[in-house]
């Protein structure tokens, strides 16, 4: 089982200058993220702990690991010591656990705050609000072993196209208002779009995309 390696190249020739693409690889053996790795990909994002852990002990150690789900912090110890940037903190709690294992990793970790843009009740994040709430002066201070580079966001499950549009360029406004309070230099990774809206992510400013099923295929067993 290798990636589509045509569509990793056709999707490389489209993205700006600047972009890093996550190649979302849960559910998926090691020989696809290997024969991505072989083209020279490095950035890889896991959505279930126990996986990203397994997959980060073999494979190779420059590999940038990225987790982007759901997280449970009584699992946060078990990545804190290598995980690149984590897309999808999304609540107080996890902060303050990630803080806490950072510290004990003896690292600084760096972090995106994930915001709730779509219109469905059960995604994920925090409130606009809240973000800017974060960002005010020292409320960060609180989590010196934290660095927040920047937001993360996901769309509706929609086959409207003007919504999933609507929805990044809110969150490209407040990925701008983030870089008013803490400045452009520390706020710098917008994430958002995926397989299937990352052409509207890139046209509304987005820098990390994060893109699965056209570079692995469908996942059978999700
Ligand atoms: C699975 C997943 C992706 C990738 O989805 P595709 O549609 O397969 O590209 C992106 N972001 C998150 C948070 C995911 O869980």
Same mark, same amino acid.
């Given at each position: 089982?290798?990636?589509?390696?045509?569509?990793?190249?056709?999707?490389?020739?489209?993205?700006?200058?600047? +972009? +890093?693409l996550?190649?979302?690889?849960?559910?998926?053996?090691?020989?696809?993220?290997?024969?991505?790795?072989?083209?020279?990909?490095?950035?890889?994002?896991?959505?279930?702990?126990?996986?990203?852990?397994? /997959? #980060?002990?073999?494979?190779? /150690?420059?590999? @940038?690991?990225?987790?982007?789900? @759901? &997280?449970?912090?009584? /699992? &946060?110890?078990?990545?804190?010591?290598?995980?690149?940037?984590?897309?999808s903190?999304?609540?107080?709690?996890?902060?303050?656990? $990630?803080? /806490?294992? #950072?510290?004990?990793?003896?690292? +600084?970790?760096?972090?995106?705050?994930?915001?709730? &843009?779509? *219109?469905?009740? %059960?995604?994920?994040?925090?409130?606009?609000a809240?973000?800017?709430g974060?960002?005010?002066?020292?409320v960060?201070?609180?989590?010196?072993?934290?660095?927040?580079?920047? $937001?993360?966001?996901?769309?509706?499950?929609?086959?409207? @196209?003007? *919504?999933?549009?609507?929805?990044?360029? @809110?969150?490209?406004?407040?990925?701008?208002? #983030?870089?008013? *309070?803490?400045?452009?230099?520390?706020? %710098?990774?917008?994430?958002?779009?995926?397989?299937?809206?990352?052409?509207?992510?890139?046209?509304?400013? !987005?820098?990390?995309?994060?893109?699965?099923?056209?570079?692995? !295929?469908?996942?059978?067993?999700?």
């Amino acid at each position: 089982m290798t990636a589509n390696l045509e569509a990793y190249a056709e999707l490389k020739a489209q993205l700006p200058a600047g +972009t +890093t693409l996550v190649a979302v690889s849960k559910f998926q053996p090691n020989e696809a993220i290997e024969s991505l790795y072989t083209a020279g990909h490095r950035d890889f994002g896991e959505n279930r702990v126990q996986e990203l852990a397994a /997959k #980060a002990a073999v494979l190779p /150690k420059d590999i @940038r690991w990225h987790m982007i789900g @759901r &997280i449970q912090t009584n /699992k &946060i110890r078990e990545f804190a010591p290598f995980v690149h940037l984590v897309h999808s903190v999304d609540r107080v709690d996890v902060l303050t656990v $990630l803080q /806490k294992e #950072a510290l004990r990793a003896g690292r +600084t970790i760096d972090i995106l705050l994930q915001v709730h &843009i779509a *219109q469905e009740e %059960t995604k994920a994040g925090f409130s606009p609000a809240e973000v800017l709430g974060l960002c005010a002066v020292n409320v960060l201070n609180e989590y010196p072993n934290l660095r927040v580079v920047g $937001l993360m966001g996901m769309a509706s499950l929609t086959e409207d @196209r003007n *919504q999933i549009r609507s929805e990044f360029a @809110r969150l490209a406004g407040l990925y701008r208002a #983030a870089q008013e *309070q803490l400045g452009v230099g520390q706020i %710098t990774v917008l994430s958002m779009g995926m397989s299937g809206d990352y052409d509207l992510a890139l046209a509304e400013g !987005g820098n990390h995309i994060r893109v699965g099923s056209l570079l692995f !295929g469908a996942r059978s067993n999700q």
